[in-house]
């Protein structure tokens, strides 16, 4: 086997703010912008081997649920997975865990087929909950096996118990011969069929039943464990040529060499992976409406109807001006949070927030885009030759999968103390990876980071984001509705009510808005994106938190003093038609980068 090499066939490398705009990464559409990222050797060798295999192929492969054995081969062949997340610490082949290059290749992994990429999203939780842990040698084993084309798993779900890991029913316990024995079933879980090893969650049992025993995480070896049973295939309405499955083992003897971690240090390593591996789930959203939206531009570019191209219609040309401006939307905020995790220390834990805001609202801000392509493809992205009718079902999976969107909403609210009252005028953001403000590479702390306490996380005033951009109307009416939230979250605060958990999720809700809109901001000006887009992305902000302020308003958890303020989220947003031609424009082919 050798590690990646790069194709002769690529562009040289275009502004690095263009990348930012969506992008059509193969075929004969592909944008030029698409080279920041086919530069990269790992991510041009993904990107041909999927256009060698068409589309057709792909389809069939999902009409038939079938395992991808041709493209774990290809990978394994080149290294590929190894070679975008691996930390240097323990690759063989001088590999390193490059935050931005990781993006960008599940970025294009999405574009091309997020049932392949589910693979490695799912490798990556695995490896991470080993990183995480206090075992070297294990971390050692699980960069090589990645480097021997094999795949990794995370197991911590469990059928009846869902993402409620407290509740977890599977065991590690003594076996009275001085060793361990584990037992028990996990559901969900991806790769069961092929990994190499997967890192499980259970609990340590002290007393018999006990429900507070200690978690416990550790190594299984499917292929070695005698007691393991068979991992059956969960058909599910999207990525069907993955496999996510469920096992079982039976009284497989564990050494202590196998513990991952212990205790609170297994609890923290669990939950690092969750936080650090799902965060990426997000760029898979973006890849699938990337693609989604080109060959939508596509279609309609070459449908006539009533004489003229459907895209030249005027509903249309709005619908799509609208998609396209959300994608751009999830696009910059995705990349701006990349740079918050990529500068994360143990004084600055701000990337807490935004990987809460990330797991929640950029894959459901996914789907907002597919209901709007939707609307203007009509019957033809349901039809089952193209890439939009998978693109509808996978877009879904990702903010749907066990409630967590409403886990991340409702831990985004206990960031609002801090957000908005223990401003820290002294704190300032971190450099532009994607706009090439910054250097590139691995940060360790995010492999030895602990779970924290929202109210010890600090960030700088709330407002500052905007300032730059206060000369666009729809900019200075979000940053109003921002200071409408904070009010009454203050007011909520100061008289000692304590939310309960459908309220926590609203106000996670508006809070998210309102931290998406920062980072969106931010990379706005860093990046310099035109007035018009900033204008038409920051309309579609505030009307998003004048929905939410009115679904506030209308919470049965709320005084009649709550409501008067959260219906001052509610405003009209100040577009003018200029600056919706602008983005229709650069979606039918007037400028997109």
Known sequence: MSGATRPDNVDPVPS??????PLAFTGPRRTPAASAYLRDPSTALLASFFEEKGLAALKREDRDEQWYADWIAYQADHRLYATVVSPKEYSSIGAEFDLLRYARFLEVFAYCS????????????GLCAILTGTNAALKREAVAALEAGGLLAFAASERQHGSDLLANEFTVRDAGDGGLVAGGTKYYI???????MIAVLARREGRAGSRRAPPALFVLRPGAAAGFRS???IRTLGVRAAFVGAFEIVDHPLPETDLIATGRDAWDAALGAVTLGKFFLGFGSIGICEHALDEATDHLTRRVLYGKPVIDMPHIRSTVARAYARLTAMKLYAYRALDYLHAATEADRRYLLFNAVQKARVSTEGVKVMALLSECVGARGFESDTYFE????DAQLIPGLEGSTHINLAMAAQFIPGYFERADPGLSGPASLAGGGGPVGENSYLMAARAVAPETVAFPPYLRAYEPLMSVPNVRLVAGQARAFRLLAGARRSEGRAPDTATAIDLGKCVSAVVYAQLVAENCVRLAVPAPVVSVIFHLIAEDLSTLGLALA????????????????????RTVEADWEFVAGRVSGGGRA
């Open 190 to 196: 991806g790769n069961a069929n092929a990994a190499a």
């Open 554 to 573: 209308a919470a049965p958890g709320l005084s009649a003093a709550d409501r008067f303020l959260a219906r001052r989220l509610v405003v009209t947003p």
């Open 231 to 233: 991992a059956t295939k």
């Open 16 to 21: 690095a703010a263009d990348a930012v705009y």
């Open 114 to 125: 997020p049932a392949h990429g589910y693979s490695l999203q799912v490798s990556f939780l």
């Open 390 to 393: 998978m693109a509808l079902r």
